[in-house]
């Protein structure tokens, strides 16, 4: 009989999502010393941020099929060591393809803590408990970047390199690796739907629609977070604390989101977001100094209830696609986010062009381009004002399907 440390396994499962968390916040705290120490373009950083995004789907689609027969404990080992290997060959990197080479592994094993850690927690719990310890392990992808945010902060503002500000993502690394050490592992629960059915289902026209609804929620919260440092570093406030408030907001407030949901509905939620998300961009782009952080709590609102609202919907109007489904939305918010990095990181050399062949200098180059970029990016939340308003009028008197709660949280939800 197996003799399951709940406590155990659930602090180990928190601290690997806080290592997936720190990874998120440190590199995007770094990205400008490592442009500058490698001599990489905007572009080039684009592409090394991207292989964290890419390699996350693609863990998380693999290993979330394969779960049931595979085992979580098999899958956080191969997280360890994805993690261990992806952290020390960034420190040890020596231009662009070592960085390519270690974010990918780092990213993989940020998904393989996702397709892991969130059935072995529905699976070791039961009723309102699970329901409270899975709010509980989410807060910490949140609440890890704003952990990380600081960190970075303060590090560079000491002037300690990148490679220490990469090492401290070791500390919950090796903690989690400690903690899951020599246990015993819930046993996988049996899905309720066939896969066959789960293909039939995701073929609807409404799936492929939020389907592409994912890919521009997902750029629209991961696009100004991951290039806070090149587009807010001249704006006349510290990047690292708008992430940091940015992600603190939405750790409150999807601690909270029951009751939110529950007044406006899915919808409903996600059209406020869509609209919350622009205004914060837009304003972004337009303002410098103080001002910067009331734009940043405005974009924090919007972006705060993208991704889970996005699977909740899925579970509650296209329920027989299953775990899979939102399995695969996830893999496309992820994937989306990997494919615009090098866009975005092309649009800030392009701007940064356009601003010095108009007599721009100094910091006032990186000003201009860093608002340009944000201009551009407030096209992907405008869109998801007009198609969740569409999708409003659409489902306003249809009646959401029933569907077994833990299919919605066996969903990585970052």
Same mark, same amino acid.
């Given at each position: 009989?197996?003799?399951? =440390? /709940?406590?155990?396994?659930?602090?180990? $499962?928190?601290?690997?999502?806080?290592?997936?968390?720190?990874?998120?916040?440190?590199?995007?705290?770094?990205?400008? #010393?490592?442009?500058?120490?490698?001599?990489?373009?905007?572009?080039?950083?684009?592409?090394?941020?991207?292989?964290?995004?890419?390699?996350?789907?693609?863990?998380?689609?693999?290993?979330?099929?394969? !779960?049931?027969?595979?085992?979580?404990?098999?899958? @956080?080992?191969?997280?360890?060591?994805?993690?261990?290997?992806?952290?020390?060959?960034?420190?040890?990197?020596?231009?662009?393809?070592?960085?390519?080479?270690?974010?990918?592994?780092?990213?993989?094993?940020?998904?393989?803590?996702?397709?892991?850690? =969130?059935?072995?927690?529905?699976?070791? !719990?039961?009723?309102?408990?699970?329901?409270?310890?899975? =709010?509980?392990?989410?807060?910490?992808?949140?609440?890890?970047?704003?952990?990380? %945010?600081?960190?970075?902060?303060?590090?560079?503002?000491?002037?300690?390199?990148?490679?220490? /500000? *990469?090492?401290?993502?070791?500390?919950?690394?090796?903690?989690?690796?400690?903690?899951?050490?020599?246990?015993?592992?819930? $046993?996988?629960?049996?899905?309720?739907?066939?896969?066959? +059915? =789960?293909?039939?289902?995701?073929?609807?026209?409404? !799936?492929?629609?939020?389907?592409?609804?994912?890919?521009?929620?997902?750029?629209?919260?991961?696009?100004?977070? #991951?290039?806070?440092?090149?587009?807010?570093?001249?704006?006349?406030?510290?990047?690292?604390?708008?992430?940091?408030?940015?992600?603190?907001? @939405?750790?409150?407030?999807?601690?909270?989101?029951? &009751?939110?949901?529950?007044?406006?509905?899915?919808?409903?939620?996600?059209?406020?977001?869509?609209?919350?998300?622009?205004?914060?961009?837009?304003?972004?782009?337009?303002? /410098?100094?103080?001002?910067?952080?009331?734009?940043?709590?405005?974009?924090?609102?919007?972006?705060?209830?993208?991704?889970?609202?996005?699977?909740?919907?899925?579970?509650?109007?296209?329920?027989? %696609?299953?775990?899979?489904?939102?399995?695969? *939305?996830?893999?496309?918010?992820?994937?989306?986010?990997?494919?615009?990095?090098?866009?975005?990181?092309?649009?800030?050399?392009?701007?940064?062009?356009?601003?010095?062949?108009?007599?721009?200098?100094?910091?006032?180059? +990186?000003?201009?381009?860093?608002?340009?970029?944000?201009?551009?990016?407030?096209?992907? &939340?405008?869109?998801?004002?007009?198609?969740?308003? @569409?999708?409003?009028?659409?489902?306003?008197?249809?009646?959401?399907? #029933?569907?077994?709660?833990?299919?919605?949280?066996? +969903?990585? /939800? &970052?």
């Amino acid at each position: 009989m197996q003799q399951i =440390n /709940q406590a155990r396994l659930f602090n180990a $499962s928190c601290f690997a999502l806080i290592t997936t968390a720190l990874s998120f916040s440190i590199r995007a705290g770094i990205l400008t #010393q490592l442009g500058t120490e490698f001599h990489l373009s905007p572009e080039q950083l684009g592409y090394v941020n991207s292989m964290a995004f890419f390699g996350f789907p693609i863990a998380m689609i693999v290993f979330g099929a394969l !779960y049931n027969t595979f085992g979580p404990k098999r899958i @956080m080992w191969i997280t360890f060591m994805s993690h261990l290997l992806g952290i020390i060959l960034t420190i040890y990197a020596n231009g662009f393809w070592g960085l390519l080479i270690s974010t990918f592994f780092i990213g993989f094993g940020n998904g393989c803590t996702e397709a892991a850690c =969130n059935p072995m927690i529905a699976d070791t !719990y039961t009723g309102s408990q699970l329901n409270k310890m899975m =709010n509980r392990f989410h807060m910490w992808f949140p609440g890890g970047i704003v952990i990380g %945010s600081l960190v970075s902060k303060f590090m560079t503002d000491a002037g300690l390199s990148w490679q220490l /500000q *990469m090492g401290v993502i070791l500390v919950p690394t090796l903690l989690y690796a400690v903690l899951f050490w020599g246990q015993d592992f819930p $046993s996988p629960r049996a899905e309720a739907a066939s896969t066959r +059915e =789960n293909f039939k289902a995701m073929l609807s026209p409404l !799936y492929l629609f939020m389907l592409g609804c994912m890919a521009l929620t997902a750029i629209s919260e991961f696009g100004p977070t #991951q290039w806070v440092g090149p587009i807010l570093g001249k704006a006349g406030a510290s990047p690292m604390l708008i992430l940091a408030l940015v992600t603190g907001l @939405m750790a409150v407030g999807r601690y909270f989101a029951g &009751p939110i949901v529950h007044r406006f509905n899915t919808v409903g939620v996600l059209l406020g977001s869509a609209v919350f998300a622009t205004m914060g961009i837009v304003l972004m782009s337009q303002v /410098q100094g103080p001002l910067l952080y009331v734009s940043a709590v405005l974009f924090a609102i919007g972006v705060c209830y993208f991704w889970p609202t996005m699977l909740g919907f899925v579970a509650e109007y296209v329920p027989r %696609s299953g775990a899979l489904g939102l399995s695969i *939305m996830g893999g496309m918010g992820m994937f989306s986010t990997s494919i615009f990095q090098p866009i975005i990181g092309g649009w800030i050399e392009t701007n940064t062009a356009l601003a010095t062949s108009a007599g721009l200098v100094g910091d006032a180059v +990186e000003l201009a381009a860093g608002q340009s970029t944000l201009s551009n990016m407030a096209v992907f &939340p405008a869109i998801l004002i007009v198609a969740f308003g @569409m999708l409003y009028f659409v489902t306003r008197h249809k009646r959401p399907a #029933q569907v077994p709660h833990s299919d919605i949280l066996q +969903e990585p /939800q &970052p």
